[in-house]
């Protein structure tokens, strides 16, 4: 008996550390993904400015009672440039959010701009997908590709011609 108890007790420690580590590559994929991250950078966002709000009208309350010349207890007041500080670098880290994903969401335009559809293949005639291209169009998409490669190849053969030849001294040319 003391067997068959251990059986399950293993099994679901096995299963919880499986959960566990899905969970895991689930976050981290999460993380890398800026629209999530974006997500779950606002809550933090809006509580730093509630911070920074309050310890603003702390200081100017504070700054207020020293200025009327009234007493006010020695009590330290918290640092509005280390909230405000916070706040801003919170900022960053949305505004490279949001960089990433316009980042991404151009290459991925720019991905299906250049190769929108895939060449149904000649071994598999009865599955038509309806959402590919003729080899026609596929012949006409390369073309325009080697033809862009070579544009670009020619364009870094002249910039490197005049940057060697600003190189010489000129008389030698």
Request: charged share 20%; net charge neutral; glycine share 4%.
């Amino acid at each position: 008996m003391a067997s068959q108890q251990h059986q399950p007790v293993g099994s679901s420690c096995q299963s919880a550390s499986l959960q566990q580590q899905q969970q895991l590559q689930l976050s981290q994929q999460q993380d890398f993904d800026p629209v999530h991250r974006f997500k779950m950078l606002i809550p933090q966002l809006k509580e730093s400015l509630q911070n920074l709000m309050k310890i603003a009208s702390l200081n100017l309350a504070h700054n207020t009672t020293i200025d009327n010349g009234v007493k006010s207890s020695d009590a330290t007041v918290p640092r509005f440039d280390k909230s405000l500080e916070e706040f801003y670098a919170l900022c960053d880290q949305l505004e490279l959010c949001l960089r990433l994903a316009y980042e991404c969401l151009s290459q991925s335009i720019d991905s299906a701009k250049h190769s929108p559809n895939l060449v149904p293949t000649a071994t598999k005639p009865d599955t038509v997908q309806t959402e590919s291209m003729s080899y026609g169009q596929y012949l006409g998409m390369i073309k325009s590709q080697i033809s862009c490669a070579k544009d670009i190849h020619n364009a870094l053969l002249e910039c490197s011609k005049k940057i060697a030849g600003k190189g010489q001294p000129p008389g030698i040319m």
